[in-house]
């Protein structure tokens, strides 16, 4: 069975500090994609960044990248340059089989 | 890109109660699913749609629960007999093509209550 894990419930960091998210996975898929999702407080949730497994290079959009380990099925969230507007709820998932398999979610709070 | 739209965003009804929400997925999105979450979780898979074909429902699906999407075009989620653990948030996504590589799109959910 597929499983992620995201054992960071709540994180927070100074606004333009760097903050990392941590998610791990399980699973014994070769083939498969990773996507972080942001879920500001009473809005949708918003793909952030999505890496696909066979791929090495960390994918990276504007002030979000990703490391993602395959062997250690590690896949983390770097947010460069917080920005008050990042507060919010991410989640690391799992795509399997057409639907996403979904972590616990980490809140973030950016502090001015 | 109008956007997934969910309808109520909330309901509030009594234990025992039938109730029926709609999505609304983008009107180029073939694929349709829902999830149900939970205060302080990440959602979890409900079932899914390619068109109007129902291709896969979870295990957390009970008979109460059932989904249409009548023309591959919105989708109705139906609970029968409502109980407190009914209560979450419901949400809606839609995705281009069948490749699971694509990313979901989601609605802002509905809300039920159960009192």
């Known amino acids: 069975a597929q499983t992620v894990t995201q054992s960071q419930p709540e994180m927070s960091v100074q606004e333009a500090e760097t903050v990392t998210l941590s998610c791990t996975y399980d699973?014994?898929?070769?083939?498969?994609?990773l996507f972080w999702y942001k879920q500001p407080p009473s809005r949708q949730m918003i793909l952030v960044i999505r890496?696909?497994?066979?791929?090495?290079q960390n994918a990276t959009e504007n002030r979000f990248s990703v490391n993602f380990q395959k062997a250690a099925k590690s896949f983390s969230l770097k947010i460069s340059d917080s920005q008050l507007g990042d507060t919010a709820m991410y989640f690391c998932a799992f795509a399997f089989e057409g639907k996403l398999i979904f972590g616990a979610g980490t809140r973030l709070a950016v502090h001015p | 890109d109008t956007g997934v739209s969910q309808n109520p965003r909330h309901k509030i009804t009594k234990r025992g109660q039938n109730v029926t929400f709609r999505c609304d997925p983008i009107?180029?999105?073939?694929?349709l699913y829902w999830y149900r979450q939970t205060l302080g979780q990440g959602p979890e898979f409900l079932t899914y749609?390619?068109?109007?074909?129902?291709?896969?429902k979870s295990r957390l699906l009970s008979d109460r629960f059932s989904a249409e999407r009548p023309k591959g075009s919105f989708s109705t989620l139906e609970i029968q007999r409502t109980e407190q653990g009914d209560s979450a948030m419901y949400l809606c996504a839609s995705s281009l093509g069948a490749a699971f590589h694509q990313p979901q799109h989601f609605g802002d959910g509905t809300r039920l209550s159960i009192l």
């Open positions: 699973t014994s898929e070769n083939n498969y994609y």
């Open positions: 749609f390619q068109n109007e074909a129902q291709l896969e």
């Open positions: 009107s180029e999105h073939n694929r």
């Open positions: 890496q696909e497994a066979y791929k090495q």
